[in-house]
């Protein structure tokens, strides 16, 4: 393994043939990762990375085939016919010619061998250069010597990369088990060849292929021929058997006609691509791609890639509101920004102060330094700015979720204190901030990310400035699956998406105006899958594979459209599950203690409690069986459920038929969805974004009514108690002092029995429930 680093500027990096890690720093980078499985990061700047081999990445001199001529021997270390030791060398002039006419010396070095005692000679002789058992001792049969050849300029002494092949004639057989043999691997060569009718006997290890003689060959005889390719390579290393008799070996310069090519198996690379417009192509073996910040183009070229384009970068912006005048009441002024700012009560809006010239008879607001200011206004009288004694509430609602950096607070002798919401709704943290005394100043670092909103409530008087945030830009990315079955990323900005051949996953993350091919097989085998699991969405089909995705807003507005072809299915649910309430079906996440909900057993039954377990991406990709179980339209029966919706795995789902009563006694039973998963249209499905598992509870366990199928609401039993935030355990056990200990949770009856996993299963094998 290699670790190589770039130098910051505009470098070109060549990987070598073991699985290397790159990292190419600032700068215009051009790297190649060569043989392997490499991990490369582009770092900053607009790169072009190759997993395997690319055009510009310092590549290889084309080379004529090499030949090995004892007219052309110029020196030999070992001393004396057969008596070649370790680290002996030969050096040979002519070995191969550029394009250009430069002539190509190389330096044969002994590196080892199996035995002490076998007979090594570097400079044979015409057609046996290198000769093994020149004594033929029967003894050293089966014995290998391994080697190294360098390549270099004989006028400067430079190594140099030559792509070339290397032929060896006339690997000959004794007998059985007493014959000639060549092994090369892939850290020197990219293929090996023979011709179609080859009498040679070729064996494939790890990485590794050993061609064997089968008889006695003559060195005109092509069938007997071994071929082995090579790029980029400024030396090559290969090892030799002998026979029980002298084994002549060299390389002829010939190229086999019409060569049967068996490609060694490309690397499995991983490729970063940092900031930057960069371009990233992963070529053979089952890569992955990430182009990071940037407008990337990814191509994954063979195997089952993974791409993803990334975003253009992060916004750094600051709201000192130096640009305002005073008095400006402050509500859409930086919607270029990506926020809008209001107060919690009308009758007190936010406005401009200037602390440099005080109004409102406020000198505790003057400063030299902060300049204008935000307050939230006594009155709303914008000739006179004051800000109001009793305090108030500043919310700030994003666009889009941002990292909260930091903030300014100003003469808040009461304190302060700072909510910040996720895109739902739900509390991320809440901040305290304490007072700063009679005109005192504060920087409150926050340093939180996935903000959608912002409440900074001032307890009394008081203002704040230089409220920071950073801002993820979108970046237009251009991926392209090629072949195998690949899965890319649509993220945020409007991106390009082309599958090629293979059944390729087209995995929608954000909303933007995508472009989504998934390519044909010439068979027309292949299937390729949209998947918008998550987003609100609206799919027009257009054609049999084609059609448009309209992305809406929370007001059901069109905010982008994708357009997609040559897709075969397509994963679509809208977020939220619909319950059965007495007033219509209300969204799960609208519910509230108190709300009525329609139960199977005991009519109408008032809910006790809600909560909220958000898990996000990072978390499900170390622990993928807490993604959610997609459960498709009429998976359960007609009509149950009437829209495709999603559970938690561990959430159980009304099983009510004959065929339950049968197997367990029981018509109706509780199966947890993970051991539903055997049933056409329940699988577990992915979470690109997070997800958040809602719970509902009611004074007894009860089945309610979800998206027109029955399951249960929650039961707080250890697990369940253990699985959701210490706060919310606490809320529950104040509700339920009796749930506190193991007689109060086990008179909390479930609803229906609840089938263990090996009796789920024994009702999913005979297919689906109702």
Not at 582 to 601: F, W
Not at 682 to 690: D, F, H, P, T
Not at 736 to 758: T, V
């Amino acid at each position: 393994m290699a670790d190589i680093d770039g130098t910051g500027s505009n470098d070109t990096i060549p990987g070598t043939n073991e699985d290397d890690t790159i990292e190419a720093l600032a700068g215009a980078d051009r790297v190649s990762g060569e043989g392997g499985s490499d991990s490369i990061l582009g770092g900053d700047g607009d790169d072009t990375i190759f997993g395997d081999a690319g055009d510009g990445t310092s590549l290889g001199n084309d080379a004529t085939p090499l030949e090995l001529s004892i007219s052309n021997l110029v020196s030999d270390t070992s001393h004396g016919n057969n008596n070649a030791d370790v680290g002996d060398t030969a050096v040979y002039s002519d070995v191969a010619q550029l394009e250009d006419g430069t002539s190509i010396s190389a330096r044969i070095v002994l590196t080892g061998t199996s035995d002490d005692h076998l007979d090594v000679d570097l400079s044979g002789g015409d057609g046996f250069e290198i000769l093994l058992n020149g004594s033929s001792d029967e003894s050293m049969g089966g014995k290998t010597a391994s080697f190294r050849m360098e390549f270099f300029d004989p006028a400067t002494g430079d190594p140099v990369a030559l792509n070339s092949t290397a032929t060896i004639n006339d690997l000959d057989r004794n007998s059985p088990g007493d014959r000639e043999s060549v092994t090369i691997d892939a850290d020197s060569f990219i293929s090996f060849s023979t011709t179609s009718e080859t009498s040679l006997e070729t064996t494939t290890g790890s990485g590794t292929v050993t061609a064997s003689g089968t008889e006695q060959n003559d060195p005109s005889d092509p069938d007997a021929w071994f071929s082995a390719e090579f790029e980029n390579r400024e030396f090559i290393e290969f090892t030799l058997e002998t026979r029980s008799t002298n084994s002549g070996f060299s390389f002829s310069g010939d190229l086999i006609e019409d060569p049967v090519v068996t490609p060694f198996e490309d690397g499995d690379d991983t490729i970063l691509g940092g900031a930057g417009n960069d371009e990233a192509f992963g070529q053979g073996g089952d890569d992955s791609l990430d182009g990071g910040l940037g407008d990337d183009t990814l191509s994954g070229g063979e195997g089952s890639d993974t791409l993803a384009g990334g975003g253009a970068g992060d916004q750094a912006t600051t709201l000192d509101f130096e640009g305002l005048a005073t008095g400006d009441i402050v509500s859409g002024q930086f919607q270029g920004h990506g926020v809008t700012i209001a107060s919690e009560d009308s009758d007190h809006p936010p406005m401009i102060f200037d602390t440099e010239n005080p109004t409102g008879g406020d000198g505790d607001l003057g400063s030299a330094t902060l300049g204008k200011v935000l307050i939230l206004s006594q009155d709303g009288d914008t000739s006179d700015p004051d800000d109001n004694g009793s305090g108030g509430t500043f919310q700030f609602t994003f666009d889009d979720p941002v990292t909260m950096n930091s903030m300014t607070f100003k003469d808040i002798e009461e304190g302060a204190k700072i909510d910040l919401l996720d895109d739902e709704g739900a509390l991320i943290q809440s901040i305290p901030v304490s007072a700063t005394g009679d005109g005192g100043e504060r920087l409150e670092t926050i340093d939180n990310d996935n903000v959608a909103r912002m409440d900074v409530t001032l307890h009394g008087s008081g203002a704040i400035d230089n409220v920071s945030f950073t801002r993820f830009e979108p970046g237009d990315d251009l991926l392209k699956g090629g072949a195998g079955g690949d899965t890319l990323f649509a993220g945020a900005g409007d991106d390009t998406l082309e599958g090629d051949t293979g059944s390729d996953t087209f995995s929608v993350t954000e909303a933007g105006d995508h472009r989504i091919v998934g390519g044909e097989d010439s068979d027309d085998s292949d299937i390729d899958v949209l998947d918008l699991s998550g987003l609100s969405t609206s799919v027009t089909h257009t054609g049999p594979e084609s059609g448009t995705v309209d992305f809406l807003d929370g007001s059901g507005g069109v905010t982008h459209t994708a357009h997609f072809s040559e897709i075969e299915r397509v994963i679509c649910f809208t977020p939220g599950t619909g319950i059965a309430t007495p007033r219509g079906i209300k969204m799960i996440t609208d519910l509230r203690p108190g709300d009525r909900v329609i139960t199977r057993d005991n009519g109408l039954r008032e809910i006790c409690w809600t909560g909220r377990r958000r898990l996000d991406a990072a978390r499900l990709m170390v622990a993928p069986h807490l993604c959610p179980v997609l459960i498709r339209r009429d998976a359960l029966g007609t009509g149950m459920p009437d829209r495709d919706m999603l559970v938690s795995p561990n959430h159980r789902m009304l099983i009510a038929n004959e065929l339950a009563e049968m197997l367990f006694g029981e018509r109706e039973v509780l199966v947890a969805a993970k051991h539903l998963t055997g049933l056409p249209g329940i699988e577990q499905a992915g979470a690109a974004k997070g997800v958040s598992y809602i719970h509902v509870m009611c004074e007894h366990h009860e089945v309610l009514l979800a998206d027109s199928a029955w399951s249960e609401s929650f039961q707080p039993g250890d697990d369940a108690l253990r699985g959701i935030e210490a706060e919310q355990r606490d809320e529950i056990l104040t509700l339920f002092p009796d749930l506190a200990s193991a007689r109060g949770l086990g008179a909390y009856r479930a609803a229906r029995p609840s089938l263990k996993a090996h009796e789920a299963k024994a009702l999913v094998a005979r297919g689906r429930p109702q």
